[in-house]
Antibody, heavy 118, light 110 residues
């Protein structure tokens, strides 16, 4: 069974940093692309970042480029999102998800809440 | 790139059909057959319902179907059931190693 389990969310002050983690199991980790998607309270989904399984290439939404860094540890089956210079509008539930066919996100974690507030 | 455009709400009675639209541009929805649809119940993670415009993952009822014409994709839910009441989001590959989501549609089963 595929499982994705996020952790690391919490309350952080504006300008602060946080690292989110996503523990993956039940599939060949290095063979799949992975993504972070967020959802602000009461709002819709917003794609944040992706890392390709084969090349490890990384890409970001304009809203986080230069502040967030996606990475993975294939030896531990872990996905990370390093978030710097956090702003109030980064407040959201952050989901990690696995890429399936056709840039679909076929498996999702349960999400972790990040709150940026003083 | 801007978010894809979805109607904020849709509704139907049990047993009826409802269609939700998702409008993009010739650079995203119109350019690729990489449109997906997700169902999200309150407090839950999204669930993939349709991928590559028309394909259903294993376990998704065949009451859910997808289509595309030009820059607009559509999700049709036939034979509405109470458990179909949820938020629905479309997404498309944006062509620049990015994903674009729609704003979401709240489906109400009357």
């Amino acid at each position: 069974e595929v499982q994705l389990l996020e952790s690391g969310g919490g309350l952080v002050q504006p300008g602060g940093s946080l690292r989110l983690s996503c523990a993956a199991s039940g599939f060949t980790f290095s063979s799949y692309g992975l993504s972070w998607t967020r959802q602000a309270p009461g709002k819709g989904l917003e794609w944040v970042s992706l890392i390709y399984g084969d090349t490890g290439g990384t890409y970001y939404a304009d809203s986080v480029r230069g502040r967030f860094t996606i990475s993975r540890d294939t030896s531990k089956n872990m996905l990370y999102l390093h978030m710097n210079s956090l702003r109030a509008d980064d407040t959201a539930v952050y989901y990690c998800a696995r890429f399936g066919s056709g840039y679909s996100l076929d498996q999702w974690g349960q999400g972790t809440l990040v709150t940026v507030s003083s | 790139q801007s978010a894809l455009t979805q109607p904020p709400s849709a509704s139907g009675s049990p047993g009826q059909s409802v269609t939700i639209s998702c409008t993009g541009t010739s650079s995203d929805v119109g350019a690729y057959n990489y449109v997906s649809w997700y169902q999200q119940h309150p407090g839950k993670a999204p669930k993939l319902m349709i991928y590559e415009v028309t394909k259903r993952p294993s376990g998704v009822p065949d009451r859910f179907s997808g289509s595309k014409s030009g820059n607009t994709a559509s999700l049709t839910v036939s034979g509405l059931q109470a458990e179909d009441e949820a938020d629905y989001y479309c997404s498309s590959f944006g062509g620049r190693n990015n994903l674009i989501f729609g704003g979401g549609t709240k489906l109400t089963v009357l």
